[in-house]
T-cell receptor
């Protein structure tokens, strides 16, 4: 069982470049979430989705866009990367009322 | 406003002793749930325990128990008989309904160090 898979695991971007992080889950979960983790800040919710074709803003959505064209995939896009977006990004998925399963994280550095 | 507050940035405990990690939450939703996750230095997120707002009894999972005080809006994690492998970051999280969907928000975490 793959669970939740994030691609890529590591990435270095130059300021102004764009990229897309992919989260894929094989558990048929309705809910999917993108978080960023910074030292001393815990996990902060960027965007989330309650099903195919739906997305909603979390606590820190600025500078990010998301799409959920297929139930199993949740994409996080950075249109113009900034050094402030250097972070570890986690994706999670879950069914309503149950616990979340997490991906292994993506370490992104913007120089 | 913070939805989940973990007031202890760091905690130290001696091996084999019990330790309590604090978590308070803020919600107006009558139906919510509280989770604790462990993040070792390897970075993975490990689910520990869950408490629903309507659960009558405190949740327990092996050496982990959740001290749920609904009126005080607290959901403290108790780890009994600490082990060296318990050294990690611990995060409290809450799911709450938002217009028919469920957000899942986390606190800033507590770094637990277990001393031999």
């Amino acid at each position: 069982n793959a669970g939740v898979t994030q691609t890529p695991k590591f990435r270095v971007l130059k300021t102004g470049q764009s990229m897309t992080l992919l989260c894929a889950q094989d558990m048929n979960h309705e809910y999917m979430y993108w978080y960023r983790q910074d030292p001393g800040m815990g996990l902060r919710l960027i965007h989330y989705s309650v099903g195919e074709g739906t997305t909603a803003k979390g606590e820190v959505p600025d500078g990010y866009n998301v799409s959920r064209l297929k139930k199993q995939n949740f994409l996080l896009g950075l249109e113009s990367a900034a050094p402030s977006q250097t972070s570890v990004y986690f994706c999670a998925s879950r069914r309503q009322g149950t616990r979340a399963f997490f991906g292994q994280g993506t370490r992104l550095t913007v120089v | 406003a913070q939805k989940i507050t973990q007031t202890q940035p760091g905690m130290f405990v001696q091996e084999k002793e019990a330790v309590t990690l604090d978590c308070t939450y803020d919600t107006s939703d009558p139906s919510y749930g509280l989770f604790w996750y462990k993040q070792p230095s390897s970075g993975e997120m490990i689910f520990l325990i869950y408490q629903g707002s309507y659960d009558q009894q405190n949740a327990t999972e092996g050496r982990y128990s959740l001290n749920f005080q609904k009126a005080r809006k607290s959901a403290n994690l108790v780890i009994s008989a600490s082990q060296l492998g318990d050294s990690a970051m611990y995060f409290c999280a809450m799911r709450e309904a938002q217009g028919g969907s469920e957000k899942l928000v986390f606190g800033k975490g507590t770094k637990l160090t277990v001393n031999p």
